[in-house]
C-alpha cells in the first residue's frame, strides 16, 4: 500500500515537473548545480555512444531492473535526459548518418557527406570545437575503445576527405599544429598498426616531442605526465567482458585524462567515446552490446562526479546514431529477459574465437555460458562451426542469445532514428528539446569564446 501512494506521489511529481518545465528527478542537482556557477563554463566534456540509439539505453535499463520492486530503477543516464537530437546527414545519395558525418556535425557544426572526416561537402576543412578549446589554451583529450584515429575521435582532432585514410589521420594527430603545440594533449585508444608502421613511427615522433607512451592500464596509471599517448590494442580494444586487466576500462581511461586535463588552468576539452556499442550492433551481438553500455556508463558516472566536484563543467552526452535496428521484444512475444545476455561470461565474439581456434563447441560453451543450450541450438552452432567461418559462427551465436533474450535486429548497418542527448552542467538549457547534432557544436562553440 505504502509502495502505491509512493508510486502515485512519484507519477504526480513528473506531471507537474513536465508542465513547469524542470526535470523533476534532478532538481536538487541541478538547483545547487546552477547555485555554485555563474554559468560560465571552464570545461567541456562530450561523451558518444556509437551507435547508441534509444533502444540501447531503454536496455540498458532493463538490464540493470531490480526485479524484486515493481518499478525499473533508473540509469546513471536517465535523470540527465535533456531531449532528442536529429542526426541526418547532408549527403547526396544516403540519408542515414555514419559515424564520420555525425561526428563532423557534433565537433564542428556542420552537416556534411558520410564519410567525412571534419571536411564539409567541398571538401574544405572545418573548425573542431577541440581546435577552438586549443586556440583559447584549453588543454584537449580523445579517449575511445576504437584505434583513436577511427571516425568518431578522428573528426574532433583531425581533418580528412575519407575515414579510410587512417595513417594519414594519425599523421595528422602529430602534424597538425595550433600555437605551436600539438592539439590533442592526451590520446587514450587502440591503433598501434597506424603509428607504429614502416614508413613512419608517430610514437616515437610524440615521445620526441615529450609525451609519455604507455601500452598497458598499469603503465597508465603510472603516468605523470600531462601529455600522454596511450594505445592499447593494434586496432580496436576487445569488448569490455572480454578484456584482460591490462586493457584499460573506458572509466580508467576517462579518469586518467580527467586529472591529467584538469591541471590545466584555463580549463579542458575531452571528447570520450563507448565506440564499440556500434560494433556490437553491426554484428546484431546483443551481448556485446550490452557489455559495451556497461563500460560506456561507468565512465559517465566519473564524468559526473568530477563535474559535481568542479564546477563550470559542461556535460553532453549523445549518440552520434542507431545501429543494426535493436528492438526490444521481437516475433509478436511481449517480453525481454535481460537473464539470458547477464548468462555469457564472454561474447559471443570471444567464444566463435576460441572454437575457431580449435576447442570444441561444448566445451568453449558450457566455460563462459551459464545456461544450458537446447539439442537445437547446439546443433546450429556446430553446423556453423564445421564451415570454419568466424562470421558465421559469431552471428550463430549472437542469435541463440538475441533469441532467448527476446531481442531483433533488422538491420547489418544503422538507422536514422533520434538520439536521447544528455547533460549536466550550467548550459543545460542548450541542449534541451529536439536539437540538430550541429547543435552540440554551435552551442559549445559558444561556451568557448
Ligand atoms: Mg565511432
Ligand atoms: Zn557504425
Do not use: C
Not at 228 to 257: H, N, Q, Y
Request: hydrophobic content about 35%.
Amino acid at each position: 500500500m505504502r509502495k502505491k501512494i509512493w508510486v502515485i506521489a512519484t507519477i504526480s511529481l513528473l506531471i507537474i515537473g513536465s508542465v513547469i518545465g524542470i526535470n523533476s528527478t534532478d532538481t536538487n542537482a541541478k538547483s545547487s548545480n546552477q547555485k555554485h556557477n555563474n554559468g560560465k563554463v571552464k570545461n567541456v566534456i562530450v561523451l558518444i555512444g556509437d551507435g547508441m540509439g534509444p533502444a540501447y539505453t531503454t536496455a540498458y535499463r532493463y538490464m540493470k531492473d531490480n526485479p524484486s520492486t515493481p518499478q525499473m530503477e533508473e540509469t546513471i543516464f536517465d535523470k540527465y535526459l535533456v531531449g532528442m537530437a536529429k542526426t541526418y546527414p547532408e549527403d547526396s545519395e544516403e540519408n542515414v548518418t555514419d559515424s564520420a558525418a555525425a561526428a563532423t556535425s557534433m565537433a564542428a557544426g556542420v552537416k556534411t557527406y558520410n564519410g567525412a572526416i571534419s571536411v564539409d561537402n567541398d571538401k574544405e576543412s572545418v573548425k573542431t570545437i577541440l581546435e577552438a578549446a586549443k586556440e583559447s589554451g584549453k588543454a584537449t583529450g580523445l579517449v575511445a575503445t576504437s584505434q583513436i584515429n577511427h571516425a568518431t575521435p578522428a573528426a574532433f582532432g583531425t581533418h580528412d576527405e575519407s575515414r579510410h585514410n587512417y595513417n594519414d589521420i594519425a599523421d595528422d594527430y602529430f602534424d597538425d599544429m595550433i600555437n605551436g603545440e600539438h592539439k590533442v594533449d592526451v590520446l587514450l585508444g587502440g591503433g598501434t598498426k597506424y603509428f607504429d608502421r614502416e614508413d613512419r613511427n608517430l610514437i616515437n615522433e610524440f615521445k620526441a616531442d615529450g609525451y609519455n607512451y604507455v601500452t598497458t592500464t598499469e603503465e597508465m596509471l603510472e603516468n605523470e605526465n600531462d601529455h600522454l599517448l596511450g594505445l592499447f590494442a593494434p586496432v580496436g580494444f576487445p569488448k569490455a567482458i572480454d578484456r584482460k586487466e591490462s586493457t584499460p576500462s573506458l572509466d580508467e581511461m576517462t579518469s586518467e585524462a580527467l586529472e591529467k586535463l584538469s591541471q590545466e588552468k584555463d580549463g579542458f576539452f575531452l571528447m570520450v567515446e563507448g565506440s564499440q556499442i556500434d560494433w556490437a550492433g553491426h554484428a546484431n551481438d546483443s551481448v556485446g552490446a550490452m557489455s559495451e553500455m556497461e563500460d560506456f556508463a561507468k565512465a559517465f558516472e566519473t564524468v559526473i562526479e568530477f563535474a559535481k566536484e568542479n564546477e563550470h563543467t559542461q556535460v553532453v552526452l549523445t549518440a552520434d546514431h542507431s545501429t543494426g535496428g535493436f528492438s526490444i521484444g521481437r516475433d509478436g512475444v511481449y517480453n525481454f529477459n535481460p537473464e539470458a545476455i547477464k548468462a555469457a561470461k564472454r561474447t559471443p565474439e570471444f567464444m566463435a574465437q576460441k572454437i575457431i581456434e580449435g576447442n570444441s563447441v561444448e566445451e568453449v560453451l558450457s566455460k563462459y555460458v551459464t545456461f544450458d543450450f537446447t539439442q537445437k541450438e547446439l546443433k546450429a552452432i556446430k553446423d556453423a562451426a564445421s564451415k570454419d567461418d568466424f562470421d558465421t559462427l559469431y552471428s550463430t551465436i549472437s542469435e541463440v542469445f538475441n533469441d532467448r533474450a527476446g531481442v531483433g535486429f533488422t538491420t547489418s548497418g544503422h538507422t536514422g532514428v533520434d538520439v536521447p542527448v544528455y547533460a549536466y552542467g550550467p548550459k543545460n538549457e542548450a541542449f534541451s528539446g529536439l536539437i540538430e547534432n550541429t547543435d552540440i557544436a554551435e552551442e559549445i562553440f559558444g561556451f568557448l569564446k
